[in-house]
């Protein structure tokens, strides 16, 4: 079903899948009810490989691409969205930011322990009253001698308390000016630092997503990102990265959905004969295919032109776009295939719905992506 691969990326697939049915799949139904963070099977996925996908050798990541990156989330999400979600959020967010616009000492401190799994990251630009205007942010940072002070707080954080480090997006300058944001590393334990409440989700109950709290917290300037103000900036080349590994989350729950549904519908009988046989079920599953082949290859034509280092900011929009909403299409398909039994817990596609999504929400709404999509036509 995915376009022709070489042998090294179907071995890094493989490698995901058996990792997933190993040591996912036994317990994903469990996490979920619990909506409990396995924060040692990130340990685990650090000594897989999985989360340093993107960070080169020298830091003690993978050194691979985006057509491996995709590859390693989709087949978590295969089988569990959450766990992909928190593979996404630390490797392109947290990770991402600093492998980008870190200096040596910071990437040389830093990325080894994200990329072994020895801690867990966060990334907070997300507020409660700033959604998709992250331009009018709360939080804010005041500098005192070699110091600056932190002040606000940061909502809908994946690993929000149970992230070793954060990478923070405060506002250093004046409301609305884009240039008047930071970015700041911070780690857990610095006082002043602290989570807040953890959300009761819908889907991705597994994935932790709590508010990160800033009260007269002080981060020493050696840990500023970049340069001051540019915050902002930063996190929206980020977002591009992080949007093809929200495509690739959504493709792999897409395609989780449809091979459940397609082995239900061979094995269900009405009638005499297995639902497949029937029209009205075929040509569902037919269309739940094209969505699907589509999606992908807009993630992997994304994932291409990022390892190219070639501008993508509408090709990430348009993936992460169509990708998530195929996630909700399809997975509501799969439970209309299994009927009933599609809307218990006994079944894996209720929990595809669910998960699904999440998907067209994070990193940017389909309608914000739609938004930076025109926006980057109307430029040409």
Known sequence: MSPIESDHLKMVRESAQSFAEQFIKPHFMEWDESQHFPKDLMHQMGQQGFLGVLVPQQYG?????????????????????????????????????????????????????????TWVGAWGLTEANTGSDAIRMKCVAHQEGDYWILNGTKNWITHGKSSDVAVVIARTGELLDSNGM??????????????????NKLGMRASETTEMIFDNCKV??????????????????VLDGGRISIAALALGIAKGAYQAAVQYS??????????????????????????????????????????????????????????????????????????????TKDFPVEKYYR??????????TSEIQKLVISREVLKQ
Request: glycine content about 12%; charged content about 20%.
């Open 61 to 117: 990541g993978s050194g691979l691409g985006y057509q491996e990156y995709i590859s390693i989330i989709e087949e978590i999400a295969k089988v569990c969205g959450s766990i992909g979600l928190s593979v996404a959020a630390h490797n392109s967010l947290c990770t991402g930011h600093i492998l980008y616009f870190g200096n040596e000492q910071q990437k040389s401190n830093y990325l080894p322990k994200l990329a072994s799994g």
């Open 355 to 364: 998960d699904s999504k999440l998907c067209t929400i994070g990193e940017g």
């Open 220 to 237: 020493h300037q050696s840990n500023v990102l970049g340069e001051i103000g540019d915050g902002f900036k930063q996190a929206m080349k």
């Open 266 to 343: 061979k094995e269900r009988e009405q009638f005499g004969k297995p639902i497949s046989h029937f029209q009205g079920v075929a040509f569902k599953l037919a269309d739940m295919l094209v969505k699907i082949e589509a999606a992908e290859l807009l993630t992997r034509q994304a994932g291409k032109m990022k390892d190219q280092n070639l501008k993508m900011t509408k090709e990430a929009a348009m993936a992460k776009y169509y990708a998530s909403e195929v996630a909700v299409q399809v997975s509501t398909d799969a439970v209309q295939v299994f009927g009933g039994y599609g809307y």
């Open 182 to 199: 930071t970015a700041f590393i911070i780690e857990r334990g610095t006082p002043g630092m602290s989570a807040g409440k953890k959300e």
